[in-house]
């Protein structure tokens, strides 16, 4: 079973990779939307799904790593070198926040970081040097999309790695006795405010880079399309509908995401619906299974075994 | 403060709002004791502990480890200096294995272990409490009996040098409580020091050689189990029983 993940996981990240030879633009810029999608979930699962802390305030990372980028390659720096000082900024402004955010516990933490994201965007839209609410735009000159779908894939192909390796870490253990009961995680030697930092800054930093490719392939960013609330929302149902916590969870929830997104925007009325078609889903997902997709797949999977089982376990008493 | 004492706590107050949990508790503990803190419910006793471990910051007072401070400190980082603790209601990482909780003890208590060196730390605390037959078990499916061995194992992967037990026979049969009673008991001819709150008051003068008594957040006696029982007949005698005994003696 667990050959048969990896093959899975090797055959998709070749097929991402093999892709720009036989797709066409179309096709691969859906991809590149996709492949946007997967980092920006399975790097707030960092967080949100090993530890259980649910931050509602990412957009500010991907807003500070996109404007990071557009303003220094403004001032004549190449704009994939912009790319670590993004994540940087972003990775140093997350402890910032977490410092006094990580003191409060479930739901008000999340209230606190809905209120982190939109002071950011606020500021954005008033402060001169980032353009004010009309946005900025890269400066012209090369601009090469097959650079950008690698990166991109690239990224998250990396994202997923790093998130399999952390699961199976001390620090992801670490991570997970905080999620189930921070106290005992405590009780046992377990620095909880530390971690959390570690993992903040960690997928803040991911969710940065991201944003800086995300400004790199669109040539155009605006505190309304990089700081949006209904980006942070996103960001968080993804992993949650596709299961919290898990590996594959995040890819999935950014599949369906993508997808629906991408067909909706299509059509003009429809253009916000997939946030309330997203609704629904999160609202399925709460209450039926908390694991999400994941979660259903397992219990499906279960189900068959056991009905395989009892079925050849009839057929040896038939047969004796 | 006594020069063989591993830990001396001096004038410890703890308030919540207008409650007195702790109002000015001393004694020391010396390496090697099992150290028995008994009275009724609501007498501090846990409350006691969780200052011990830093959980709660105490109102005012001193808690030296070792010759060190440590009152104030966060729990993660007294626990590396050698204070572990068990909670009386048991707190098990349910989805978990038993093999993974214990880990958590190892990796991040005061031995920072890794890799195969955690791995043999986790097998070794697992035999020595009786949970190897359970290892791959999610916490989840275990009995309360399992459970309470749980938590001691986890405290004692963290390789402590004091070991505060809450109640770790509250809920057992007698045969299970006989179990725990020899636990304990290994445990101290390892070298590890014992602090231990029980109901039980028999079974805590079978095991210790030292006992402290509260109530209301005071010490009303302290000394070996056998003048402190004797104590406590005198006190029953002029303040009732309600000073002295507990409803797991009854």
């Given at each position: 079973m667990r050959i048969v993940k990896a093959v899975l996981w090797a055959a998709t990240a070749i097929f991402a990779l093999a892709a720009p030879l036989f797709l066409e633009r179309g096709t691969l810029n859906d991809l590149w939307n996709l492949a946007f999608a997967v980092i920006l979930a399975a790097a707030w699962n960092l967080l949100g799904g090993f530890a259980g802390q649910v931050s509602l305030g990412y957009s500010a990372f991907l807003g500070i790593g996109a404007y990071t980028t557009v303003l220094l390659s403004l001032r004549g720096i190449d704009s994939f070198l912009t790319l670590p000082l993004g994540a940087l900024i972003a990775a140093v402004f997350s402890i910032v926040i977490g410092l006094p955010a990580f003191r409060l516990r479930g739901p008000y933490f999340t209230i606190a970081t809905i209120g982190v994201g939109e002071a950011v965007r606020v500021c954005a839209s008033t402060v001169e040097f980032t353009g004010g609410s009309s946005g900025i735009r890269m400066p012209a000159g090369s601009f090469d999309f097959n650079k950008n779908y690698f990166s991109m894939v690239v990224l998250a192909i990396f994202v997923?790695?790093?998130?399999?390796?952390?699961?199976?870490?001390?620090?992801?253990?670490?991570?997970?006795?905080?999620?189930?009961?921070?106290?005992?995680?405590?009780?046992?030697?377990?620095?909880?405010?530390?971690?959390?930092?570690?993992?903040?800054?960690?997928?803040?930093?991911?969710?940065?880079?991201?944003?800086?490719?995300?400004?790199?392939?669109?040539?155009?960013?605006?505190?309304?399309?990089?700081?949006?609330?209904?980006?942070?929302?996103?960001?968080?149902?993804?992993?949650?509908v596709g299961g919290v916590g898990t590996i594959a969870g995040p890819v999935f929830g950014a599949l369906i995401f993508s997808t629906l997104q991408i067909k909706l925007l299509s059509i003009p009325a429809l253009r916000d619906s997939y946030l309330f078609i997203y609704g629904g889903l999160l609202i399925l997902v709460m209450l039926y299974e908390p694991k999400g997709l994941v979660g259903l797949g397992r219990r499906l999977s279960a189900l068959l075994s056991r009905a395989v089982a009892s079925k050849t376990g009839k057929e040896a008493r038939d047969a004796g | 403060m006594p020069a063989d004492a591993i830990l001396s706590v001096r004038g410890l107050f703890k308030r919540f709002g207008g409650l007195q949990a702790l109002a000015g508790i001393d004694f020391d503990v010396a390496e090697g004791d099992v150290f028995g803190v008994i009275g009724p419910n609501g007498a501090g006793k846990t409350t006691l502990f969780s200052c011990l471990v830093g959980s709660l910051a105490p109102t005012s007072g001193e808690i030296v480890f070792r010759g060190r401070r440590i009152e104030g400190m966060p729990n993660h980082a007294v626990v590396k200096r050698g204070i572990v603790r068990t909670h009386q209601i048991v707190r098990p990482f349910r989805e978990m294995t038993v093999t993974e909780n214990v880990a958590i003890g190892a990796h991040f208590g005061g031995g920072h272990r890794r890799g195969s060196d955690a791995s043999r730390?986790?097998?070794?605390?697992?035999?020595?409490?009786?949970?190897?037959?359970?290892?791959?078990?999610?916490?989840?499916?275990?009995?309360?009996?399992?459970?309470?061995?749980?938590?001691?194992?986890?405290?004692?992967?963290?390789?402590?040098?004091?070991?505060?037990?809450?109640?770790?026979?509250?809920?057992?049969?007698?045969s299970e409580i006989q179990g725990a009673m020899s636990l304990i008991r290994a445990i101290r001819d390892s070298g590890v020091t014992i602090l231990m709150i029980e109901h039980h008051v028999h079974a805590v003068a079978g095991v210790s050689n030292r006992i402290l008594v509260l109530n209301f957040g005071e010490k009303i006696a302290e000394g070996t189990p056998q003048t402190v029982l004797k104590d406590m007949a005198v006190i029953a005698a002029y303040l009732g029983d309600d000073a002295t005994t507990s409803r797991g003696d009854e």
């Open positions: 997923v790695a790093l998130a399999a390796w952390v699961k199976r870490s001390a620090f992801g253990h670490a991570l997970a006795a905080i999620k189930q009961d921070i106290e005992a995680a405590e009780a046992l030697g377990v620095n909880s405010t530390r971690f959390k930092l570690l993992a903040h800054a960690l997928s803040a930093a991911l969710v940065a880079i991201a944003g800086g490719l995300y400004a790199i392939n669109f040539q155009y960013i605006a505190p309304g399309s990089v700081f949006d609330f209904r980006l942070s929302l996103s960001i968080v149902l993804m992993p949650i | 730390r986790v097998r070794d605390v697992l035999e020595r409490t009786g949970l190897a037959h359970r290892a791959s078990a999610l916490a989840g499916t275990l009995t309360l009996g399992e459970l309470k061995r749980l938590e001691i194992a986890r405290a004692l992967a963290t390789e402590p040098k004091v070991i505060c037990l809450d109640e770790v026979m509250g809920g057992l049969n007698p």
